[in-house]
Structures are given as C-alpha cells and as structure tokens.
C-alpha cells in the first residue's frame, strides 16, 4: 500500500489518473493546474518507484498506473472547517472577570 500526502501535487497527479484513463501528460497538467514540465518531472519520479508507467509515443505520452493501492494521508474534506475551542474564551472571560474583581479588594477601598 502506497501512502501519499493528500495536499501534495503527487496526490493531485495520481487522484486525475484514477478519475480518467487513458490520459496523457497534457491532460494531467489541464486537470491537476500543475506546470507541464512539473508534471513530467513528477512522473518520472513516480515511475522509479514503480507506481506507473510512461509509455512514449510520438507527440504524446500516455499514462498507465500500475498500483491501484494508493492511501491518501491527511486532512478529509469534512475536517477542513475551523475547529471551535469552547473553552477558551470562557477562560479568558473568567481570568478577566477576576482580574477585575482583585482590583476592587485593596486595602484603599475597604
């Protein structure tokens, strides 16, 4: 089992090659919004760790994944709201309140 980070321009490139097959490294660029040079270099290193194969045609190059068991790593689409901190700010309002209160408590106004 392969695990990418799912933020990273890999995640992006191997996402688009499950989505659509076959897909050349034109379309890859259009889909991802990723530099056709940097998609290249990209490839070829994912093709030394033998997740796909670039096969060379004459003015194209197709793609074709060789492993199907990727695991994408990071943050899942639902957890990309802010998380609320309930008590936070309660602490800080009753820090306040006693701050407050400890002024009132000197000698001066008894």
């Given at each position: 089992m392969v695990q990418i980070n799912a933020?990273?321009?890999?995640?992006?490139i191997i996402k688009a090659l499950l989505d659509k097959y076959p897909i050349d490294?034109?379309?890859v660029a259009e889909i991802t919004g990723i530099a056709e040079a940097e998609v290249q270099r990209l490839l070829h290193g994912m093709?030394?760790?033998g997740w796909l194969?670039?096969?060379v045609l004459?003015?194209?190059?197709?793609?074709?994944?060789?492993?199907v068991d990727f695991t994408f790593l990071g943050r899942v689409e639902t957890q990309k709201r802010a998380i609320k901190h309930k008590?936070?700010?309660?602490?800080?309002d009753r820090i306040r309140a006693k701050v407050l209160a400890d002024?009132?408590?000197d000698i001066m106004y008894a």
């Amino acid at each position: 089992m392969v695990q990418i980070n799912a933020g990273s321009r890999e995640a992006k490139i191997i996402k688009a090659l499950l989505d659509k097959y076959p897909i050349d490294v034109k379309e890859v660029a259009e889909i991802t919004g990723i530099a056709e040079a940097e998609v290249q270099r990209l490839l070829h290193g994912m093709q030394d760790r033998g997740w796909l194969t670039l096969e060379v045609l004459p003015g194209r190059t197709f793609i074709r994944l060789r492993r199907v068991d990727f695991t994408f790593l990071g943050r899942v689409e639902t957890q990309k709201r802010a998380i609320k901190h309930k008590g936070r700010k309660r602490e800080k309002d009753r820090i306040r309140a006693k701050v407050l209160a400890d002024d009132h408590d000197d000698i001066m106004y008894a």
